[in-house]
């Protein structure tokens, strides 16, 4: 599997505090079969900002301690931008992608989508960018309307889940929307946005829970296929399930005409 969210870097945002914690929890990730970590640090202009520089000598470091621990798992580099007017400026300046890759990792306001929400976001698809909204089941007005992620995909914005958001980490409100987002295929990315605050173990328990409710198909596109396709050239599709439902207009809609 292959995280693509998560604040595993220590000592640059509200996740790891330290680089022993980080690697402590590289450790657990990897015995349990994470192959991949895009750590993304959150990028937020007058909260956390940073110059890119500061960001690479972390990453130099972390990797250095986890080869020094013996792991395996691939340091990716990431952010998780706030986004702001003109933010694309700083995307820009410094390359806050997903690896080396056109994808970038956007949240917004919680209590809505900010009003600009698309206004911020649209010159990023104009410019070949490709957006991830994280978290999406978070977000007020979508647990409203969850059905608003789907004009975000019409719109060529990509969509991220919790792990945490499927087993109720986030109240029940939150674990109801991130599963509407499931079933109809609303989502891309199933992703831990790890703290190192808590135990490691969502990802692989909703892995499961995905498997059992929907299909292992599924948690395989939003676990593996999906994520490891951001750094290949492979174009991830927006749309990728058609929910059968019951079809009863259409057919007596189709039997009217050819009997
Ligand atoms: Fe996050």
Redesign the pocket.
């Given at each position: 599997m292959i995280d693509i969210?998560?604040?595993i870097l220590p000592n640059i945002d509200d996740g790891s505090t330290s680089v022993e914690n980080s690697i402590n929890q590289l450790r657990i990730m990897e015995q349990r079969g994470i192959s991949d970590a895009y750590l993304?640090a959150?990028y937020f202009r007058g909260h956390y900002q940073y110059e890119r520089r500061q960001y690479d000598e972390k990453l130099a470091n972390l990797r250095q301690e986890a080869q020094r621990a013996a792991l395996q798992i691939q340091l990716k580099s990431g952010f998780?931008i706030f986004a702001q007017p003109d933010i694309i400026d700083d995307i820009k300046a410094k390359s806050l992608t997903l690896g080396d890759s056109p994808y970038v990792l956007i949240?917004t306001e919680l209590n809505g989508l900010a009003q600009d929400f698309y206004a911020n976001v649209y010159p990023l698809l104009r410019a070949g960018y490709k957006p991830i909204l994280?978290?999406a089941e978070r977000y007020v007005s979508i647990m409203r309307k969850p059905s608003k992620a789907r004009d975000l995909i019409d719109r060529n914005i990509y969509i991220q889940t919790n792990a945490g958001s499927l087993l109720g980490h986030y109240g029940e409100k939150v674990r109801q929307t991130a599963w509407v987002l499931l079933e109809n295929g609303w989502t891309h990315f199933l992703a831990s946005?790890d703290?190192v605050r808590a135990d490691y173990g969502a990802i692989f328990e909703a892995y499961d829970m995905i498997s059992q409710r929907i299909d292992t198909h599924t948690a395989d596109l939003l676990t593996k296929s999906f994520p490891a396709s951001i750094e290949s050239e492979d174009k991830i599709p927006y749309t990728y399930v058609k929910v059968q439902r019951p079809h009863h207009h259409k057919k007596n809609w189709l039997r009217r005409i050819f009997g």
């Open positions: 969210h998560c604040h993304t959150h998780e949240e994280a978290h946005d703290h």
